[in-house]
């Protein structure tokens, strides 16, 4: 099957995949692609996929639409138009991100050694323990960490195998080592997660589907009941 992928610049490429590539497979195959740049969130629908690793494509395709977006990671809930705000991190670990408040955020993999931009934002959380797995009840234990100024963020390992995090100034080098606040976020409180999942898995997603396979038994029937009357 055919689907496309949106760059962040705006490029739109075409992909052959089959029909039972998950969105973890396109993952890796859009980061092989030289065509287009990995760096960045993949949406379908305006709907983050981050979670949704075990869903497959062609789940995706049933609901209309064959294009996925690479778009930048956003800082959900939080208005960082003006004052303090980062929009670029760097970690020496594998770690995850939390950006957004407690009832509208998102949770985002940083990959170890590289560099990551997402949409402006005045806080994130650095996650360090999770509880569960099933998508809309994770809770996800972290520091948040607020922003002094307009700069970028680097996380380093401690001595103590930790997450120690560091501010850097724009057009400065003085490095400055943050203190976050201990915060619990939960899944079932959050209105942006898992939005596709719920959509696949609601009864008027079901409705719509078969709606559809009703709409297209009538017409094809009815091409094929002309087709032999001719």
């Known amino acids: 099957m055919e689907v496309f992928i949106q760059s962040i610049e705006g490029g739109i490429y075409?992909?052959?995949?089959?029909?039972?590539?998950?969105?973890?497979?396109?993952?890796?195959?859009?980061?092989?692609?030289?065509?287009?740049?990995?760096?960045?969130?993949?949406?379908?629908?305006?709907?983050?996929?981050?979670?949704?690793?075990?869903?497959?494509?062609?789940?995706?395709?049933?609901?209309?639409?064959?294009?996925?977006?690479?778009?930048?990671?956003?800082?959900?809930?939080?208005?960082?138009?003006?004052?303090?705000?980062?929009?670029?991190?760097?970690?020496?670990?594998d770690i995850k991100v939390i950006l957004g408040d407690k009832h509208k955020f998102q949770c985002v993999k940083i990959l170890p050694n590289k560099d990551m931009e997402f949409s402006p934002t005045k806080s994130l959380g650095v996650v360090y323990h999770q509880e569960g797995e099933e998508n809309g009840?994770?809770?996800?234990?972290?520091?948040?960490?607020?922003?002094?100024?307009?700069?970028?963020?680097?996380?380093?390992?401690?001595?103590?195998d930790r997450a120690d995090v560091y501010f850097i100034p724009d057009g400065d080098e003085t490095e400055q080592k943050l203190v976050g606040k201990v915060k619990t976020y939960d899944?079932?409180?959050?209105?942006?997660?898992?939005?596709?999942?719920?959509?696949?898995?609601?009864?008027?997603?079901?409705?719509?589907?078969?709606?559809?396979?009703?709409?297209?038994d009538f017409v094809f029937g009815g091409l094929e009941a002309a087709n032999t009357e001719g």
Do not use: H, W
């Not at 138009?81 to 760097?90: C, D, E, P």
């Open 14 to 93: 075409p992909m052959t995949i089959d029909s039972g590539t998950t969105i973890s497979e396109l993952k890796s195959k859009i980061k092989k692609d030289s065509r287009i740049s990995s760096q960045g969130l993949l949406t379908f629908l305006d709907l983050d996929l981050t979670e949704e690793d075990g869903l497959t494509v062609e789940e995706c395709v049933r609901l209309g639409n064959n294009t996925f977006q690479v778009t930048q990671f956003k800082g959900v809930g939080d208005d960082a138009r003006g004052g303090a705000q980062v929009k670029k991190i760097r970690s020496e670990m």
């Open 137 to 160: 009840k994770r809770t996800y234990s972290m520091e948040k960490f607020q922003m002094p100024g307009k700069g970028k963020i680097e996380v380093r390992r401690d001595e103590d």
């Open 187 to 216: 899944e079932s409180r959050n209105s942006q997660e898992s939005m596709l999942m719920r959509i696949l898995g609601s009864k008027a997603f079901g409705n719509m589907t078969k709606l559809v396979g009703v709409i297209g």
